[in-house]
Each structure stands twice: as C-alpha cells, then as structure tokens.
C-alpha cells in the first residue's frame, strides 16, 4: 500500500494495489474510490484533507496489523 498527501490539491490517496484503474466513483463528496477490471477496490482518494483531519495527524502514520 502507498499513500500519498498532495499539499497543493489538498488530498491524500491510497493506492491499495498496482492493478490498473477501470472506473472510479464518488462515494461522498471529496471521497473516491478506483476499481480495477474485476471491481476490486485498488485505491482511495479523499479531497479537501485538510477540512477532514487535522494537520498534526497528517505528520505521522500509524500502521497496526492484526
């Protein structure tokens, strides 16, 4: 998994799996979800970022794994 926060656009993606994207869908506004050929969710893009999480979030990842 990869995610990727762009200052400029004001969004963060994370790309789940490197299969190529056949469509995409807006969910909720600002929240888009990438479908591969066989409709597996391959990535997630939420717009506005800053006015969903809070900057201080933004400086640092927490990964658990069950």
Known sequence: ???TV???ADALYMR???ARIRD???VKPGVILDFDD???LVGIELLRLSERVPAASLK???I???
């Open 1 to 3: 998994m990869k995610v």
């Open 24 to 26: 995409s869908e807006e």
């Open 6 to 8: 762009d200052k400029e």
């Open 38 to 40: 066989e409709n597996n």
């Open 16 to 18: 789940l799996s490197d």
């Open 60 to 62: 640092t990842v927490m």
């Open 64 to 66: 658990e794994s069950a």
